[in-house]
């Protein structure tokens, strides 16, 4: 079963109860274009669980990740970035960038990257 939170802007878009450009969806991930995009491609991959940190994940999530890993590069083809690369990020706590405490992963692509990222 899928666990929610009140409150939970991520777990209102997984819910279909706010709006977001999906682009993938399935029985465990859901994937949808940032609103604020720092690249041409930049899309979030979600859990429908309630997640909070990636420091959270254990065991039990393998399946998961695996899950979420695999439909960035799913999402990175259909975009045509595949060959070009692309980043996936995930920004674990405040200090870190992170600003929705709901997991998701940063796919981003369609533009040279820098490293290290600010
Ligand atoms: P974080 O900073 O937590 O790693 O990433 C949160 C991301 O969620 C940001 O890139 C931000 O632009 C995006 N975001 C915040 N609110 C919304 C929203 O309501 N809809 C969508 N599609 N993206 C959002
Ligand atoms: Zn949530």
Redesign the pocket.
């Known amino acids: 079963m899928t666990s929610t939170e009140n409150d939970c802007?991520f777990c209102k878009?997984a819910d279909e109860q706010?709006p977001?450009?999906v682009v993938y969806k399935d029985d465990l991930v859901v994937a949808?274009?940032?609103?604020?995009p720092?690249a041409p491609t930049h899309i979030?991959v979600i859990p429908r669980e309630h997640i909070s940190y990636a420091a959270d994940l254990s065991d039990s999530h393998s399946a998961l990740l695996s899950r979420m890993f695999k439909t960035a590069n799913k999402i990175a083809s259909d975009e045509n970035i595949s060959e070009e690369g692309y980043r996936m990020v995930i920004?674990n706590g405040k200090g870190a960038?992170?600003?929705?405490f709901h997991l998701?992963l940063?796919l981003l692509g369609g533009r040279p990257m820098n490293w290290p990222p600010g």
């Open positions: 802007l878009i706010l977001a450009d949808f274009r940032d609103v604020n720092q979030l920004n960038g992170q600003t929705v998701h940063h």
